[in-house]
Structure formats: C-alpha cells, structure tokens
T-cell receptor, first 113, second 113 residues
Framework: AQSVTQPDIHITVSEGASLELRCNYS??????LFWYVQSPGQGLQLLLK??????LVQGIKGFEAEFKRSQSSFNLRKPSVHWSDAAEYFC???????????FGPGTRLSVLP | SQTIHQWPATLVQPVGSPLSLECTVE??????LYWYRQAAGRGLQLLFY??????ISSEVPQNLSASRPQDRQFILSSKKLLLSDSGFYLC????????????FGEGSRLTVL
C-alpha cells in the first residue's frame, strides 16, 4: 500500500538557520511528489511539486526539494529560515496521475527568534 | 481567478445531531473535489472525492456521506454525529488538467460534544 512517512513530528530551528524536513514514501510506480504548508487554522498551500525531470525542484518562499529515487525520499530544504516559516509541513504522494493523494502525518516547524 | 469557499468556519454540535458542511468553487468548471479530515496532531485523511456531478468515491467507511448536487458544490453530511467526528475538515479542488496541485479551502472546525 502507498504510504508517506515524515520521521520528525516537531522541529525547532533558529531564525536564519538552515532547514531540512524529511519525507519518505512507499509507492510502486513513479510518484508525483508534493510539499504543502499549513498555517494554524488554515488550509494548505502548495510549496512545490515533482512530476519528472530535474530531481531538484524549486518552490515558493525560497524552498527547494530533492527527489532521490534510490532512497525513496523527497526532502524539503531552505537555506535560511524566517520566523514566518513557522507552520506545519506536509509531504504528499499523488496517485493515479494526480487524481488522488496520500499525505504524510506532517512536521511542525517552530522558529526561534 | 479560481476561489474556494467553505462554511461554516467553526461548528459546535451535540452528539447525535446532523451535520452539513458546504464547499463551493468559483472560476473553474468540472473540477475534481475532495473532502479531507485532519484530526489533532495527525495528517490528512481523505474522506471522499468526486470527479463529476453525482459521482462520489468514499475512501473510508464511516458515519459521513458526501454529495455533489452541482458541478462546483460539494457537501459533507452526517445524520447523527459521533464524538469521533470532531476535527478539522478541509475541502479541496483540482482542475481537470490534472496538474496535481490541490487548492484547499480555509477549513471547518467541528467540535462534537
């Protein structure tokens, strides 16, 4: 069965520090991969997505993610975190050519001033 | 541009009462529509999705039902709420071009007492 794991439930970083959020997936075919961000009490917003091609994808707000097929991973990175990045981050796998999705449990990011 | 509206934003209901959450999308036609539930500290659980009027797929057998009476309207209902129905409900849509990007509403917070 398809699954998405995000090993870190909660991460705290200082403002200006670099960030990496981990995501691993289990899916038999070539996956569509996504990262979404959710501010408290709000809906989700797409940060970036990978369908094919270059394995390093750039997203909004200075985020990037790298697809590594051999590790079944799609980790999210940002070189310098801003206080406004504090939120919950969800990794997701798109199934059936994007008709349906499986979301990871989320990683909550806290940013220290 | 496309927008998605979801209401009510918050709802407190007694056990055994009915439920109706409504979602409408503007600025697009024949979208795929989704209802997700997000329980506290957990990821998103897909409840229902619809690829067209009257076409509903249920992912998880439960106390809830969904209907799509119009192309851009998606309704989540229950005849008798359970305590376990409490959570944050998110409606989302995806365009027919299937870019894989889900656009989420602001969510509805349901508390069952």
């Amino acid at each position: 069965a398809q699954s998405v794991t995000q090993p870190d439930i909660h991460i705290t970083v200082s403002e200006g520090a670099s960030l990496e959020l981990r995501c691993n997936y289990s899916y038999g075919a070539t996956p569509y991969l996504f990262w979404y961000v959710q501010s408290p009490g709000q809906g989700l917003q797409l940060l970036l997505k990978y369908f094919s091609g270059d394995t390093l994808v750039q997203g909004i707000k200075g985020f990037e993610a790298e697809f590594k097929r051999s590790q079944s991973s799609f980790n999210l990175r940002k070189p310098s975190v801003h206080w406004s990045d504090a939120a919950e981050y969800f990794c997701a796998v798109g199934l059936n050519y994007g008709q349906n999705f499986v979301f990871g449990p989320g990683t909550r990011l806290s940013v220290l001033p | 541009s496309q927008t998605i509206h979801q209401w009510p934003a918050t709802l407190v209901q007694p056990v055994g009462s009915p439920l109706s959450l409504e979602c409408t999308v503007e600025g697009t036609s024949n979208p795929n529509l989704y209802w997700y539930r997000q329980a506290a500290g957990r990821g998103l659980q897909l409840l229902f999705y619809s690829v067209g009027i009257g076409q509903i797929s249920s992912e998880v057998p439960q106390n809830l039902s969904a209907s799509r009476p119009q192309d851009r309207q998606f309704i989540l209902s229950s005849k008798k709420l359970l305590l376990s129905d409490s959570g944050f409900y998110l409606c989302a849509w995806m365009g027919q071009e299937n870019t894989g990007e889900l656009f989420f509403g602001e969510g509805s917070r349901l508390t069952v007492l």
